[in-house]
Structures are given as structure tokens and as C-alpha cells.
């Protein structure tokens, strides 16, 4: 049986988030309507000015991407996913990404898991030398234009759920295995694996890393902060 090293992506590996590059480059493209920046603008500079957390702001961008990509073609979404990949494919963390090469060699099954669209988070994947990715999946129709519904929410939604379905389908062992987050919804799969670490954590996932004893670790420029506890 394979070891198993699971990973968040936004955030954790990726130095942004796929979702709203994704977004980004659907309205550099005329795919989305030019002034849907003003759906998550607020929340946007609300974060940036250290006012409110991104929480809303990512929030925001999750919702100009639901209510927009009904209607555009899978073909042509397609083309700007690889748009986007291209060229943000290597804006990486240090930590993470010399982790999962040390992993790889070490003939882990590597798992990735993200809330962006599974297109993107499988090239991406792919890219890094991932074994599995997950992301959300969108619905299209007998045209190939995407319906705006999502498919399987609830497993996608639940990093656990998708860990223990891998495990199962992959004959994967828990022991030894590593588990990387950046947030409060990565705990259920973080309390899994047997070395649990949290990779520039948000105050709700540091402060319960601290309870836990757990390792947290902050890349910050050009320098890697490991916080013992």
C-alpha cells in the first residue's frame, strides 16, 4: 500500500488562487462581462487594506464565477484555462513545491484537492506531478456550453470525504502520511494524516495548530519560518 500525501492548492501551493486568474483572464477575453469586477471590488480592497479577510473576498469571486458560466462554451473556456496555466504554472511556494518533490521521490501517491474548476486544477496538477486531482465539477449540455450547475458539491466540498474515497479506490495507507492546509476547512483532513502541516495558516487554523501541536510553517519572501510546538 502507498503512502499518501494530500494538498490544498490555493494558496498552499499556488501563489494565488486558480479561480480568480481563471476569472481574470475570462474577462480579458470577453467570456465574462467587463464589470463584473464590481461583484467582489469591495471585498477586494477591503483584504488588501488589512480591513477585512479574504474569506469574502474569494467568496465574491466564487460567485461571479457560478453566475457567469452558464452559456459559455467548455471549447473556449478550455483555451483560457491553458492560457492561464501557461503562464502562472510555476508562481509556486518554495516549501510546498520542494515537498511534493520529496514526496514524489519517495513514492508517495500525491492527492491535490481544490474549489476551482476541475480543468484547471487538473492541468496545474499535472504540471506540478500530481497522481490525483479534485475540483469542482461543472455540468455542460448536448452543446457543450456549461449549464451553471455543479456536480457532486457534497464530495467536493468535504476534503476528508475525498481522502478517505482515494484511499479506498487507490489502496492507500494513512501511515505516514502528510497532509498540507492554509485554512480552517482543511482541519477534518489535517486530523487524518499523521503529520499534519499548516502551511501559511489563517488565525482560525494557526490557532487551533497550536492547540494541537501541530507543524506550522510561513514562507515569507525568500525566507521559511518553522514554528515548533
Not at 488588501?48 to 457560478?66: C, E, F, P, T, W
Not at 473556449?76 to 520529496?102: E, G, M, Q, S, W
Not at 497532509?179 to 502551511?199: A, N, W, Y
Request: with cysteine; charged share 35%; hydrophobic share 40%.
Amino acid at each position: 500500500m502507498k503512502k499518501v500525501a494530500i494538498f490544498d492548492i490555493d494558496g498552499t501551493i499556488f501563489r494565488s488562487s486558480l479561480l480568480i486568474e481563471l476569472v481574470e483572464a475570462m474577462i480579458a477575453e470577453g467570456l465574462f462581462p467587463a464589470n463584473l469586477r464590481k461583484v467582489y471590488a469591495r471585498d477586494y480592497k477591503n483584504w488588501l487594506d488589512r480591513k477585512d479577510i479574504y474569506d469574502k473576498y474569494i467568496s465574491g469571486v466564487v460567485q461571479a464565477y457560478n453566475k457567469n458560466i452558464k452559456g459559455v462554451s467548455r471549447d473556449k473556456f478550455l483555451k483560457v484555462a491553458k492560457k492561464v496555466i501557461a503562464f502562472h504554472h510555476n508562481r509556486v511556494y518554495r516549501f510546498t513545491r520542494d515537498l511534493v518533490r520529496d514526496l514524489k521521490k519517495k513514492n508517495y501517491y500525491l492527492l491535490a484537492i481544490s474549489h476551482s474548476p476541475r480543468e484547471i486544477v487538473e492541468s496545474f496538477g499535472k504540471k506540478i506531478g500530481f497522481n490525483k486531482v479534485y475540483g469542482r465539477i461543472y455540468s455542460t449540455d448536448r452543446r457543450g456550453k456549461f449549464t451553471g450547475e455543479m456536480l457532486f458539491l457534497d464530495l467536493i466540498s468535504d476534503k476528508a470525504k475525498i481522502l478517505a474515497r482515494a484511499m479506498e479506490k487507490e489502496n492507500l495507507t494513512l501511515r505516514g502520511s502528510v497532509g498540507v492546509g492554509d485554512t480552517e476547512s482543511d482541519i477534518r483532513f489535517l486530523k487524518m494524516v499523521d503529520r499534519p502541516i499548516c502551511f501559511n495558516p489563517n488565525k482560525k487554523l494557526y490557532d487551533y495548530a497550536r492547540r494541537a501541536g501541530w507543524e506550522i510553517v510561513v514562507e515569507r519572501k525568500d525566507v521559511i519560518y518553522k514554528f515548533n510546538n
